[in-house]
T-cell receptor, first 114, second 108 residues
Framework: DTEVTQTPKHLVMGMTNKKSLKCEQHMGHRAMYWYKQKAKKPPELMFVYSYEKLSINESVPSRFSPECPNSSLLNLHLHALQPEDSALYLC?????????????FGPGTRLLVL | KNEVEQSPQNLTAQEGEFITINCSYSVGISALHWLQQHPGGGIVSLFMLSSGKKKHGRLIATINIQEKHSSLHITASHPRDSAVYICAARTGGSRLTFGEGTQLTVNP
């Protein structure tokens, strides 16, 4: 099983809403990533978890709050987002984040903030 | 100047043509990745290279470490190859630096 799953596929939310994005993998990977991708742009790294600990936070605003409850799950909690946060949010995982390894990407959640 | 640059930005080909997409990088890397992204959004990892050449089906990826350059070739292109192709350099630990992507359209 080389699949990374993400739910929901699409999400529309208002600026006062609280919602969560979910990512799951069962490949035994110990590194998980959140990326944000705007239209016609490459992905931008947001967060990296390694062995369930936050190892990289790319100066992401606090309205985005990641959580890694166990080695298979990664959540991104959203609160008080702005319309400019509308984007495709991609999750990825890799063996342990330490070296030459492939990152496996999920299909993404397309988020629209109204 | 981006640390990872791709060319061309857009490429249109006829079915059956041989296609080359180029990637140049200006930083030290431990590996170079080629990714494919279809319009639906999902990204598929095609290759990870640190030296030489890799082949998978009709796809070939090469890297020249001295010249800091990598190429992705598609032989006998097909409309289903239409996608955005992204090169990404592993510059330190788990961090990837992405190129801007090449939009490939293969017409029947």
């Amino acid at each position: 099983d080389t699949e990374v799953t993400q739910t929901p596929k699409h999400l529309v939310m208002g600026m006062t809403n609280k919602k969560s994005l979910k990512c799951e993998q069962h490949m035994g990977h110990r590194a998980m990533y959140w990326y944000k991708q705007k239209a016609k742009k490459p992905p931008e790294l947001m967060f990296v978890y390694s062995y369930e600990k936050l190892s990289i936070n790319e100066s992401v605003p606090s309205r985005f709050s990641p959580e890694c409850p166990n080695s298979s799950l990664l959540n991104l909690h959203l609160h008080a987002l702005q319309p400019e946060d509308s984007a495709l949010y991609l999750c990825a995982s890799s063996r342990d984040g330490s070296g030459q390894e492939t990152q496996y990407f999920g299909p993404g959640t397309r988020l629209l903030v109204l | 100047k981006n640390e990872v640059e791709q060319s061309p930005q857009n490429l249109t080909a006829q079915e059956g043509e041989f296609i080359t997409i180029n990637c140049s990088y200006s930083v030290g890397i431990s590996a170079l990745h080629w990714l494919q992204q279809h319009p639906g959004g999902g990204i598929v990892s095609l290759f990870m290279l640190s030296s030489g050449k890799k082949k998978h089906g009709r796809l070939i990826a090469t890297i020249n470490i001295q010249e800091k350059h990598s190429s992705l070739h598609i032989t006998a292109s097909h409309p289903r190859d239409s996608a955005v192709y992204i090169c990404a350099a592993r510059t330190g630990g788990s961090r990837l630096t992405f190129g801007e992507g090449t939009q490939l359209t293969v017409n029947p």
